[in-house]
């Protein structure tokens, strides 16, 4: 097996691991992107096929290029995003290795050791940029063993083909609930339940990710100068209402019912003992970090976050966590957001290095 040495290894090949890799580059670090996947595109690759982002594409970039506007769409589809994605890799020509699995990060003397299922790696320097789509989060909700149909989550819908005459419960009153649920009852061949925990809240229609990165922006800055928390994205509504969710909920498809007290062999049970039965259930329940490559540094803190001052983690300053949300950064979860963070990042590591 190898062992090889670098300034910086950046652990993931998506779109914050670009981003990083695009500021480090301009900084002439000595560095290398290790991306699980066998192909471009990050998380990407892996979405719904009615998938479409909430911003135009000239807002929705990465640092350094503008993403060229898909023809015929204002918002882009995930297919064009990966393709855009395969670009910009090629046009900064970042050093990236793929398929490569890490497996683990460890403390090694004054460096970082790097473990990967093709050999290891030294570095003074570690980024994170493995984001959340790969550790989809499922409730613990009474019966879910007993449910005799498919049970699925958001990062396994691909389009309502496969749903057709059958009867399915998508649970989550977020983005990608709204979503998959319009996707399947705009279908018109799919019986669709739509549950959430509480009614959905859609924000104003004149609203996109241009606006959600403002606000998400100015909520940092109003919480690092000790002012007040002004609540950011979440005060004004969970569901960004982009045209199919719109066109459903118009036409009167998009109504929520109260989440079910539990689930049954053939379907699920709400609180007044009222039942319904579905052959298959999309959990569009969220995701969390992950952050297992990371366990040996023992770093966790309260709901399996790693504390940070900024994207750099307190107990460890040689490693950086880049995309995870907003407690690595405002909006840094988003192509837009990203790219603000990573050049934080990057400064921070030069300043390590030096």
Same mark, same amino acid.
């Given at each position: ?9 950046? #652990? ?8 990083? *890799? ?54 882009? &589809? ?67 063993? &007993? ?56 924000? !104003? ?90 366990? !040996? ?6 709901? *399996?976050? #790693? ?17 995870? *949300? &907003? ?28």
């Amino acid at each position: 097996m190898s062992n090889r040495r670098t300034q910086v290894v950046v #652990i993931g090949g998506g779109q914050a691991g670009l981003a990083a *890799g695009y500021h480090l580059r301009r900084l002439a670090i000595d560095f290398v992107i290790l991306d699980a996947q066998t192909e471009p595109g990050g998380a990407w690759q892996h979405a719904w096929d009615s998938l479409r982002l909430f911003s135009p594409a000239n807002y929705s970039s990465l640092p350094g290029r503008l993403m060229p506007r898909q023809a015929g769409e204002e918002y882009p &589809d995930a297919a064009h995003v990966v393709e855009y994605l395969r670009d910009y890799e090629r046009r900064y020509e970042l050093p990236i290795q793929r398929p490569v699995r890490v497996l683990g990060v460890h403390r090694e003397g004054g460096m970082l050791r790097v473990e990967t299922d093709s050999g290891a790696w030294h570095a003074r320097a570690v980024i994170s940029a493995t984001g959340t789509w790969w550790r989809p989060f499922l409730p613990a909700v009474p019966g879910r063993r &007993d449910f005799g149909g498919r049970q699925l989550h958001t990062v396994e819908y691909r389009s309502p083909l496969a749903f057709a005459g059958r009867r399915v419960i998508v649970v989550g009153g977020g983005n990608s609930g709204a979503q998959i649920a319009a996707d399947l009852t705009l279908d018109g061949h799919v019986d669709v339940t739509w549950v959430a925990q509480r009614p959905p809240r859609y924000l !104003p229609d004149d609203i996109d990710g241009r606006a959600l990165f403002d606000v998400a922006t100015a909520r940092r800055r109003a919480l690092d100068a000790g002012r007040s928390d002004t609540g950011g994205v979440a005060s004004l509504g969970d569901i960004v209402a982009v045209p199919p969710v719109r066109a459903a909920r118009d036409a009167g498809r998009l109504q929520a019912r109260p989440m079910f007290s539990q689930l049954t062999v053939g379907g699920v049970r709400w609180a007044d003992g009222s039942e319904a039965g579905a052959e298959a259930i999309f959990w569009c329940t969220g995701f969390r970090p992950a952050l297992s490559h990371l366990a !040996p540094l023992n770093l966790r803190g309260p709901r *399996g976050h #790693i504390p940070t001052d900024g994207t750099r983690a307190l107990g460890e300053p040689r490693l950086h966590l880049l995309g995870y *949300g &907003d407690w690595t950064g405002p909006a840094s979860a988003t192509l837009i957001g990203v790219g603000r963070t990573a050049r934080e990042a990057a400064r921070e590591v030069t300043g390590l290095l030096s």
